[in-house]
């Protein structure tokens, strides 16, 4: 029998601070495709169960067209059953407000609820108020049955709101503890009888959310139960860090970040952060480098995290306006931050540079 976890999938997200308002409207459209991707794999697979681990939606706020989207994908795929908690980005099912839901779809509400699914019995609630303290006393599953728990919270040692308290589900006779909440996978043992497992998101969105993204596919029969992530995101999400200490010319840095992406897919998504220390003699345009290297992939977002270096010493005698301006800044009471910012400014502008604040 073969079931896939997911979560996190966040449709009709709003995605305005990292995207245009053109590449967030394809964007949220192809978060819906991998959704029906993975529905598609589902069926092909002959996967039993998809369980839906929370935050299937962004908000409370979804369009009719991407509920009716959802719920056409899931009544296409009537082999296949579906389990579905929200999340706490999901408020209400408001999203799904006067529409007929498939057979095939399974809800749950603010109490247990178990669904026998073949010889594996699924158990999953939305615990809201003091029920996510009272629910582990509440909890009652036969060692008998190959049990898998759903939740949608943040794992603790202790209980509370939107907290799983790991150590009051011990020893409860759970296979396969399905979370949802965090956004990248991750997989550890619970007790000896079974696993908690965060899936991960199916597709990152933001530069918070790096790295391969997909969902966990669960194998279990009688003798055994195994589980594997199956990256399944249409866009991978990069981080690149790149030191500029040795580097002068913006060509010089333009060719560093293209050698530490190269080995990134020209469909992907990246940020660069510049590092390390720089002169006043660095070249470092950022809008010539993001200007350069946008082609080169779906999206690219530049942070300058480099470091003005200056040697106090090498100005003590200097005779010259540029050397009185660097003493004064460096005598001021400012922080070393803004000392920079205005060195450097103020350099570009003795120069004859455009300086933009």
């Not at 999901?90 to 749950?108: C, I, V, Y």
């Not at 070393?336 to 060195?343: F, G, M």
Request: proline share 2%; glycine share 8%; hydrophobic share 40%.
């Amino acid at each position: 029998m073969k079931i896939i976890h997911c979560s996190d999938i966040h449709l009709d997200s709003a995605l305005g601070s990292n995207f245009s308002a053109a590449q967030a409207k394809e964007r949220n459209a192809e978060l819906c495709a991998t959704f029906a991707r993975m529905v598609a794999f589902a069926v092909r697979q002959q996967v039993s169960a998809v369980l839906i681990a929370g935050d299937l939606f962004d908000s409370q706020q979804v369009s009719a067209q991407t509920a009716h989207f959802v719920l056409e994908q899931i009544r296409g795929a009537s082999a296949v059953t579906f389990f579905y908690i929200r999340g706490n980005h999901e408020e209400s099912r408001d999203a799904f407000f006067g529409m007929q839901l498939p057979e095939n779809l399974k809800t749950f509400g603010n109490s247990w609820k178990s669904v026998r699914c073949g010889h594996v019995v699924i158990t999953a609630m939305e615990p809201e108020g003091s029920g996510w303290l009272d629910m582990y006393g509440q909890l009652e599953l036969r060692e008998s049955d190959v049990n898998i728990l759903m939740l949608h919270g943040q794992v603790s040692t202790q209980p509370g709101a939107e907290q799983i308290a790991l150590p009051l589900l011990r020893g409860k006779h759970i296979r396969y503890l399905a979370l949802g909440h965090l956004h990248s996978y991750q997989k550890e043992r619970l007790d000896m009888d079974g696993e908690y497992c965060y899936c991960g998101c199916l597709e990152g969105r933001g530069f918070d959310e790096c790295g391969e993204k997909g969902f966990v596919l669960l194998e279990t029969d009688d003798s055994g139960f195994t589980s594997r992530f199956v990256p399944f995101g249409s866009r991978t999400l990069h981080e690149v860090r790149v030191d500029i200490t040795q580097l002068e010319t913006v060509t010089q840095i333009l060719s560093a970040m293209k050698q530490a992406s190269a080995h990134i897919c020209d469909t992907d998504l990246v940020k660069f952060t510049l590092c390390g220390a720089y002169t006043l003699q660095t070249q470092k345009d950022l809008v010539f480098l993001q200007k350069m290297l946008a082609p080169d992939f779906y999206h690219v977002r530049i942070r300058d995290e480099s470091r003005l270096r200056i040697d106090p010493e090498g100005y003590a005698c200097d005779v010259s306006l540029k050397g009185e301006f660097i003493r004064l800044v460096l005598a001021s009471a400012r922080s070393d931050e803004e000392k920079e910012k205005i060195i450097s400014c103020g350099i570009r502008a003795l120069m004859g540079e455009e300086v933009t604040l």
